[in-house]
C-alpha cells in the first residue's frame, strides 16, 4: 500500500512540475488561475521549484535514499526547504491581492 501512496504522489507532483513548465514556456494557465496570476512565466518557475523540493523531500524521506546516513539527509533536507520556500515566494510575486476579503 505504501507504494500506491507514493506512486500516486510523485505522478501528481510531476502533473504539478509540468504545468508549471508549460506556464513558462507558453504563458498557458489552468482556466482557475488565469483571474488572479498576472505573471504566468514567474509563476511557472515557482511551481516547478515547489514541485522539485517536494518530490525531493518526498524521494529521501519515503524510499530510504541515502540509507539513514546524517549529511545527505540533512543536505536534501535543507535543499528541498529552499526549494519549497523560494517557489512559494515566486508564486506569491506573480499573484495579484486578493480584494474580496
Given at each position: 500500500m505504501h507504494w500506491f501512496i507514493v506512486g500516486t504522489a510523485a505522478l501528481l507532483l510531476g502533473g504539478l512540475v509540468v504545468c508549471g513548465a508549460v506556464a513558462t514556456r507558453t504563458g498557458w494557465l489552468l482556466p482557475w488561475l488565469r483571474r488572479r496570476v498576472l505573471r504566468p512565466e514567474l509563476w511557472g518557475y515557482g511551481t516547478i521549484s515547489f514541485g522539485?523540493?517536494?518530490?525531493?523531500?518526498?524521494?529521501?524521506?519515503s524510499?530510504?535514499?541515502?540509507?539513514?546516513?546524517?549529511?545527505p539527509v540533512d543536505g536534501a533536507f535543507l535543499a528541498s526547504?529552499?526549494?519549497?520556500?523560494?517557489g512559494g515566494y515566486l508564486q506569491a510575486l506573480s499573484t495579484r491581492q486578493r480584494l474580496d476579503g
Open positions: 522539485t523540493g517536494l518530490l525531493l523531500m518526498m524521494s529521501y524521506g524510499l530510504g535514499v541515502f540509507d539513514s546516513s546524517s549529511g526547504m529552499v526549494l519549497m520556500a523560494a
